[in-house]
């Protein structure tokens, strides 16, 4: 099992940036792709961005993708969701997750692929 851990959250001003860090214990070579998602009080948890095990293949949720980057460092075992021009409604609880065998995929609709799981990093943007 990897355990991952999420870090960056904050508030933050409408037209603001954070860059949010996902830190695994361990990644089996290049064969795990990264989730992020996030959930909002009342609302399910909704995919964000993703990045497939070989760093080749990114998909971001529809209408966020200019505002979005999905990256990795793989000697640090580390990655990254950067943000930018936050919104009030990108308020939420941002979680990362971890989907085996994912070389060359990635999808932010099969939340199932997904079988590891951090605890979260709060994002509220309000003036």
């Known amino acids: 099992q990897v355990q991952l851990v999420e870090s960056g959250g904050g508030l933050v001003q409408p037209g603001g940036s954070l860059r949010l860090s996902c830190a695994a214990s361990?990644?089996?070579?290049?064969?795990?792709?990264i989730g992020w998602f996030r959930q909002a009080p009342g609302r399910e948890r909704e995919g964000v961005a993703c990045?497939?095990?070989?760093?080749?293949?990114?998909s971001y949720k529809r209408g966020m993708g200019g505002r979005l980057a999905i990256f990795r460092d793989n000697t640090k075992n580390i990655v990254f969701l950067r943000m930018e021009n936050l919104e009030p409604e990108d308020t939420g609880l941002y979680y990362c997750?971890?989907?085996?065998?994912?070389?060359?995929?990635?999808?932010?609709?099969?939340?199932?692929?997904?079988?590891?799981w951090g605890p979260g990093t709060q994002v509220t943007v309000s003036a």
């Open positions: 997750a971890r989907a085996q065998d994912a070389y060359d995929d990635c999808s932010i609709l099969r939340q199932s692929q997904y079988t590891d």
């Open positions: 361990k990644f089996t070579s290049n064969a795990d792709g």
């Open positions: 990045l497939s095990g070989n760093g080749l293949l990114t």
